[in-house]
């Protein structure tokens, strides 16, 4: 890993002035107010891959109800999965809740204190383990996260695509922090690389510490900016049914692992080659539920969008049009009122159709006519 030498480089120098930046533009946010290392965990979790913004009423509300390990730990996996609706990439809340269970048949309810046993806990990995031990029990290890890999890559001219960056980056964290107090530094760069040193169009005259940064501008904005390759994202179309029969709607439950693993969702599933989304309805809940439908209403279309896909979506309004119901293919499901959907946790999209139908029956005398 070549390094441009940083000769002017004075790093007692380099952490007071970024010291004194933090202090005055540091954002209050709720997890910075505790030493908590169950909170603060529970924060790095939510925060892997998500905005601040979007974490912080998350967190409050996480809190409101699981501000224990235990209370975590003694929680059905529904009531964490329903509370984390919406924010996307579950296995983090899976293994939030493994983690707690693990906390608390082997650690005695306690967060550990040790760097490696932390990276024994489901789901934690070296940055989660190192902002834990630094926020919490105050230890010499630097959180490389996506801002302090940007901030690192820059000040020292790196170029992203290295082999070997991570742990060169580790090891120039260590150098940086020394013996200051770790939680403070550590939360300094992090705060950096989000206000000033961004991604696309840094800060750098409002910078604390531009004058030992070598990060070199001209012509190499894109090879210097620390952004991975964009992930190809799949798009297709797909056919979601809203299937009522007497005044109850339909929905089932996800396998325990893969995409929305044990979350709750109405039946329907994507549209093949050549298959209008009547035809794919047809198929897939004859396929899922072994019924044929009789659709009551073809809802307008919506587009949502994912970290990985983009779908279309077409809803539709549906009744059994047999009888007899057919045995469906999933181990868990359930007939409910159309009031009681809250109550369990449903990827992102489902809650779209879910909040308009709620707000068409608030806005009538009787119920809807389909129910």
């Not at 899976?94 to 693990?102: E, F, Q, V």
């Not at 964290?173 to 939680?183: D, N, T, V």
């Not at 970290?307 to 057919?326: D, H, N, S, W």
Request: hydrophobic share 40%.
């Amino acid at each position: 890993m070549k390094e441009l030498k940083n000769k002017e480089l004075n790093i007692p120098r380099f952490r007071k002035l970024l010291r004194v930046w933090y202090r005055e533009n540091t954002r209050d946010l709720p997890w910075r107010r505790t030493k908590d290392p169950y909170k603060i965990l529970v924060s790095e979790v939510m925060l892997h891959q998500t905005r601040v913004d979007t974490v912080t009423s998350y967190y409050q509300r996480w809190m409101e109800k699981f501000d224990t390990v235990h209370k975590l730990a003694e929680a059905d996996l529904d009531e964490v999965l329903l509370l984390w609706s919406g924010l996307g990439y579950y296995n983090r809340a899976r293994n939030l809740h493994k983690a707690a269970r693990k906390m608390v048949e082997d650690h005695g309810g306690q967060t550990p204190r040790c760097f490696q046993a932390l990276l024994k806990l489901p789901g934690i990995g070296k940055y989660t383990a190192a902002a834990v031990a630094s926020f919490a029990y105050h230890q010499w290890y630097p959180t490389i996260d996506t801002n302090v890999r940007r901030v690192i890559t820059r000040i020292f001219a790196l170029d992203p695509s290295s082999p070997g960056l991570e742990k060169h980056c580790w090891d120039l964290g260590l150098k940086l922090m020394g013996k200051a107090p770790p939680a403070e530094f550590n939360q300094s760069v992090m705060e950096l690389g989000a206000l000033v040193c961004k991604a696309e169009k840094p800060l750098c005259g409002t910078c604390p510490i531009s004058y030992y940064c070598k990060f070199p501008w001209k012509g190499k904005k894109e090879k210097f900016s620390g952004k991975q390759p964009p992930r190809k994202v799949e798009k297709f179309q797909a056919v979601l049914a809203i299937l009522i029969r007497k005044k109850k709607i339909y929905i089932q439950k996800r396998p325990p692992h893969g995409l929305f693993g044990g979350l709750w969702e109405f039946p329907g599933g994507k549209i093949l080659e050549k298959e209008t989304p009547e035809q794919a309805l047809t198929r897939e809940l004859q396929e899922q539920l072994g019924t044929r439908v009789k659709i009551v209403e073809r809802r307008k279309m919506f587009r949502y969008s994912y970290t990985r896909f983009r779908v279309a979506l077409f809803p539709f309004i549906c009744q059994p049009a047999e009888k007899v119901f057919g045995e469906p293919a999933v181990k868990e499901f359930q007939w409910v009122k159309l009031e009681d959907l809250e109550k369990f946790a449903f990827p992102a999209a489902n809650w779209k159709i879910i909040k308009e139908l709620v707000k068409e029956v608030d806005s009538r005398d009787e119920a809807m006519a389909f129910v």
